[in-house]
């Protein structure tokens, strides 16, 4: 009897259990196509016919923020979802106003006078006025604040409030675009910095709804917007540290777009009917660094050297998926782009012999050992070096390939001004496109590359034109000086012009992405 | 049993402490801190901004200044803020310690069911093929990375089956019956992790009892097969497992890491990888001192647990006393 017992209570409990997965699947399959479930604010996915909200899977996370402080890629999704700035990227227009609705400047270009919005308020429901601009500005200019955008804005010698809805800005060198410097700048409650991860206090389009750092961040749309108020019910960026997790997620339908897909995945995503997201004119580069301070790479025979070495065509194809623009001249501007000059720059299409011949003249010989230093962040390092390896060993140069973790990676020669002799580096750049005039900053005097190349007078006054002219012709002549001067001594050796795409579901639309691969989501609706 | 018990308390918060100063310094040791990846790979930022940054985490003074300001804050329950997020610690890891706790626990209860069958089954038909076909699944299951499990069932039951959500999570405070759909595939994977070790801990436990001179002394007996493995050789086998509790914690706490990884699970496991990433100091030493406490408790009430469990260790202490009271009959039957 009590052996009958025991079976019954088996059979019940496998019954159960049974029961348990069951329901689990059922509850499961309603929640992700018939749309019956409702999850609260700790969920991840939830889309049903009434709430379309937009998910977006990226990697890494958003950590916090403020976007005057922020220098990972990954956390510029949410720039213009919660903020706004005085001028906005459009991906139809360029620059066009956003919270000023005009802006003169003086005769010498050293004043420019911006009108504000007068019917903006923040989330926390205060008026927007010009007040909150200068703070933002002068938040951005504190050197202390480490802000990313004070480059852009270092000619910027003062702001002032003339009234609540007009800023007055004054700078040493006239600066042509200067609303294109501003387009990064988020206007924020400066005053309640402090409490910015709770409350996200902007004036954008969407507010906040809850965030978790490096793991979730959800947003409504803000009722009280000025400008046109989002039509979809909710964006949530969600964190999705492996690449298979992600694409089986977004074919599953659990989110609709994956931020920044490494390259070796773009084709077989676009095969399986998915979308490719990238930027018209990209701005991005892959780029080999080297430490332009220290043998042997202080000799730029070696680093152009280098820049014969490289097989771009086969790093294309392996590294890269076949995506992108192989850059040949080997500086920060796009061959697409249209400043690029041809007849300015050198012609490093793949050729042994001439890097050979040039690393002997740098004192490089057979025997030589370097080593290519790749992150693990991305697969492309590492199919990067392992290109060059091969070409190098064919002249008798030994690379060695050590694959890093993110911040080892970066420690051996971030910040500017460490020494790494002998290391190649694979990068991934994202540089303004000319002619803004932004990247002739990265090197020289001032300039942040960690290549340290300390530039030349030469290359200076070539800086300083780019940023002062004006007219197309003087820009097209400074920045072809730029490229010329870059070509020759190659302070960092360009391999090819490729944005990172992201990849959306087809039903997903109204999703754009800038040339430096910030992505708009702001306006997207589910089809 | 008190010093026994005071003894083991001590020997634990050593350790603890021991481990403590372990993170702390091997931490430190690796290249890069919080500001490499928060601010270095910044367009234009000054050394005197890294320089501020690094003054305001502290960590321009000497380093056991450093370590006395970070473990005297955790013993009064501040474990400082992350370095990014400013967000403090303890929130951090409260926002994420259900998920992990929802997964880690479901994932043993599983493995446990998963286990105890498996292990006694083969016993009870005495089928030598049974086992012969138990031992190479668990091989597999020992041989096969966890991240090769999650993704084969994503592929199976969620994509190709679509009978579960792939990745997500919900709480199930919000809904009970949607958290149960994003929670099965994440926890059988941690599951199909784990139970092949518990198993492998079981029968040899089982063997062990299997050939006692009491399962002889039944079997002499009369008493049927079916009743000595579930009356004898079960329950005392179960007790030598329960040892491996500990082992199986940890195994747990490192499995869930992965599994919250490829399932995008939002618990601690991906907290931590990603402060490690990034150097988030506070974070990291935390997270890792709390799993191992969890570790050293959890091991510490199993051993507990098993001095009142098992009544020879029980008859053992009365043996250290014994002698003095000249009385050894109880010694030697005990022994027998």
Redesign the interface.
């Known amino acids: 009897m009590a052996r009958l017992r025991n079976k019954r209570h088996a059979l019940m409990g496998t019954l159960a259990?049974f029961a348990?997965?069951v329901?689990?699947?059922?509850?499961?399959?309603?929640?992700?196509?018939d749309g019956t479930?409702?999850?609260?604010?700790?969920?991840?996915?939830e889309e049903t016919s009434e709430n379309r909200v937009v998910t977006v899977?990226q990697n890494?996370?958003i950590?916090?923020l403020n976007p005057n402080i922020s220098?990972?890629s990954s956390e510029k999704v949410m720039w213009n979802l919660l903020w706004d700035g005085l001028t906005t990227e459009s991906e139809e227009t360029g620059v066009q106003p956003e919270l000023a609705t005009e802006w003169t400047t003086s005769e010498d270009g050293l004043t420019w006078t911006f009108s504000l919005r007068d019917d903006v308020t923040f989330h926390d429901g205060r008026a927007f006025v010009a007040d909150d601009v200068v703070k933002t500005i002068m938040f951005v200019l504190e050197?202390?604040?480490?802000?990313?955008?004070?480059?852009?804005l270092?000619n910027v010698m003062n702001v002032v409030a003339i009234d609540d809805t007009t800023v007055e800005l004054t700078l040493d060198v006239a600066t042509p675009l200067l609303p294109a410097a501003l387009v990064d700048v988020k206007i924020f409650d400066v005053d309640n910095s402090?409490k910015i991860?709770e409350t996200a206090n902007g004036t954008g389009p969407f507010v906040l709804d809850g965030f978790?750092?490096?793991?979730?961040l959800s947003v409504l749309p803000n009722e009280d917007y000025w400008g046109e108020v989002p039509v979809i019910d909710g964006i949530k960026v969600?964190?999705?540290?492996?690449q298979?997790?992600?694409r089986?997620?977004l074919?599953?339908g659990?989110i609709d777009i994956i931020w920044s897909v490494s390259f070796d995945q773009v084709s077989g995503l676009i095969d399986a009917g998915l979308t490719a997201v990238v930027p018209q004119n990209p701005s991005q580069a892959s780029t080999l660094g080297v430490d332009t301070g220290s043998p042997p790479f202080d000799d730029p025979r070696a680093r152009q050297a280098l820049s014969y070495a490289i097989d771009r065509v086969t790093m294309q194809a392996v590294a890269f998926g076949g995506l992108g623009e192989l850059n040949f001249g080997s500086t920060l501007v796009s061959p697409k782009n249209e400043y690029f000059a041809p007849d300015e720059v050198i012609d490093y299409s793949y050729d042994l012999d001439k890097a050979k011949k040039l690393f002997n003249e740098a004192g490089v010989t057979e025997g030589t050992n370097l080593v290519c230093w790749a992150g693990d962040m991305a697969p492309q390092y590492r199919a990067q070096c392992e290109v060059l390896q091969q070409s190098l060993a064919k002249i008798g140069i030994t690379l060695d390939i050590e694959v890093n973790?993110?911040?080892?990676w970066?420690?051996?020669f971030?910040?500017a001004?460490k020494e790494y002799a002998g290391l190649i580096v694979p990068n991934y750049l994202s540089r303004e496109p000319a002619p803004l005039p932004f990247v002739v900053?990265y090197f020289g005097v001032?300039g942040?590359s960690p290549s340290n190349w300390p530039g030349n007078a030469e290359y200076e006054e070539a800086k300083a034109r780019v940023k002062s002219v004006t007219a197309t012709e003087d820009i097209r002549s400074a920045f072809a000086d730029f490229q010329r001067i870059t070509s020759e001594e190659q302070p960092t050796v360009v391999v090819m012009n490729v944005a990172q795409p992201s990849i959306a579901s087809p039903d997903l639309g109204g999703v754009w992405m800038e040339f430096n691969g910030t992505i708009h989501v702001e306006g997207a609706v589910i089809q | 049993m008190l010093v026994y018990v005071l003894k083991r308390v001590g020997s634990s918060l050593v350790l603890l402490a021991f481990i403590s100063i372990l993170i702390f310094v091997a931490l430190r040791l690796?290249?890069?801190?919080p500001t490499?990846?928060?601010?270095?790979?910044?367009?234009?930022?000054?050394?005197?901004?890294?320089e501020?940054?690094r003054r305001e985490l502290g960590l321009d003074q000497p380093v056991f200044v450093q370590y006395w300001n970070w473990i005297s804050g955790v013993v009064v329950g501040n474990f400082g803020f992350?370095y990014?997020?400013?967000?403090p610690v303890g929130l951090?890891i409260a926002?994420?310690l259900p998920a992990t706790v929802t997964l880690a626990g479901a994932a043993l209860a599983l493995a446990i069911?998963i286990a105890v069958p498996v292990a006694v089954v083969p016993l009870w038909l005495r089928s030598v093929w049974l086992e012969r076909i138990t031992n190479v699944f668990v091989a597999l299951g020992l041989a096969t990375p966890v991240?090769v499990i999650?993704?084969l069932l994503?592929?199976f039951f969620?994509?190709f089956l679509?009978?579960?959500?792939?990745?997500?999570?919900?709480?199930f405070?919000?809904?009970p019956?949607?958290a149960?759909?994003?929670?099965?595939l994440p926890a059988v994977t941690l599951a199909l992790a784990i139970a092949p070790q518990l198993v492998r801990y079981l029968q040899g436990s089982i063997r062990g009892v299997a050939e006692a001179t009491f399962v002889r002394t039944a079997r002499g007996k009369g008493i049927g097969w079916g009743r000595t493995v579930s009356n004898h050789i079960v329950p005392n086998a179960l007790l030598p497992a329960l040892t491996s509790l500990g082992i199986t914690v940890g195994s747990l706490l490192g499995g869930s890491v992965v599994v919250e990884?490829?399932?995008?699970w939002?618990g601690v496991g991906?907290?931590v990888?990603?402060a490690?990433?990034?150097?988030d100091y506070a974070v990291i030493q935390t997270i890792v001192l709390l799993a191992a406490s969890a570790f050293v408790v959890v091991t510490l009430i199993v051993d507990l647990l098993y001095g009142v469990l098992d009544p020879r260790l029980r008859v053992s202490t009365s043996q250290a006393r014994a002698p003095r009271s000249g009385d050894t009959s109880v010694i030697k039957e005990a022994s027998v």
């Open positions: 259990a348990v997965v329901l689990a699947a059922c509850a499961t399959t309603d929640a992700t196509t479930t409702e999850a609260g604010t700790d969920s991840i996915t899977g890494p996370g950590s916090q220098t990972l050197p202390e604040n480490a802000s990313p955008q004070r480059s852009k270092n402090d991860n978790v750092p490096d793991q979730e969600v964190k999705y540290s492996d298979v997790a992600s089986a997620a074919e599953s659990t973790e993110g911040s080892t970066a420690a051996r971030y910040p001004g900053s001032d942040w | 690796l290249p890069g801190d490499t990846f928060s601010l270095a790979q910044g367009d234009g930022v000054s050394p005197e901004a890294l501020k940054m992350s990014f997020s400013d967000f951090l926002q994420r069911v991240f999650g993704i994503v592929l969620a994509n679509n009978l579960f959500t792939g990745s997500g999570y919900v709480a405070t919000d809904d019956a949607a149960l759909g994003f929670l099965v990884v490829v399932f995008a939002p991906q907290l990888v990603d490690v990433v990034k150097r």
